[in-house]
């Protein structure tokens, strides 16, 4: 069961985050999903991961994931990523600025019934401001 749900979350990394197709969204994640960690404003379940998603895919050009490490055990997989882009749309109240930016990310994603039914995640918020030039480094 490890191997399949780290599988699952390979194939929703690579088809969703990294190729921006819808298809794998509605087929891997669940509609009701909890994300512990969903910034503030966003709607409930899977229409929030949609709009967060939406947000990266406009805000960075050429968006992209990349897995580091995974570790499976029961119905959790806990995945070391990084997230990939060029700056060229607003992001948080940030304008453009062009730059490239790798968002280091940890997420640990619940499985049932083939689909994610929950997220925590922890993400470098700080370097992210650093490479935008909004903190120093």
């Known amino acids: 069961m490890s191997e399949q749900n780290k599988a699952l979350i390979k194939r929703f990394v690579t088809e969703y985050q990294t ?9 891997l994640i ?3 999903v909890v994300d512990h960690n969903a910034p503030p404003g966003l709607p409930p379940g899977r229409a929030g991961v949609k709009a967060l998603f939406d947000t990266f895919f ?3 050009e050429g968006f992209s994931a990349q897995i580091h490490d995974q570790v499976a055990e ?6 070391s ?4 882009g060029r700056h060229v749309a607003e992001f948080m109240g940030i304008p453009a600025t062009g730059k490239n930016v790798k968002i280091e990310v940890i997420d640990i ?4 019934d083939g689909q994610i039914v929950e997220h925590w995640n922890v993400v470098d918020q700080l370097g992210l ?9």
């Not at 190729?19 to 087929?27: I, R, S």
């Not at 029961?74 to 995945?79: A, F, L």
């Not at 994603?109 to 049932?112: E, L, N, Y």
């Open 19 to 27: 190729g921006h197709d819808e298809t794998a969204l509605y087929e």
């Open 30 to 32: 669940a509609e009701h």
């Open 58 to 60: 406009t805000a960075f």
């Open 74 to 79: 029961d119905d959790k997989v806990v995945t």
């Open 81 to 84: 990523k990084s997230f990939h």
């Open 109 to 112: 994603v619940r499985i049932a």
């Open 129 to 137: 401001m650093r490479q935008l030039g909004v903190l120093p480094a």
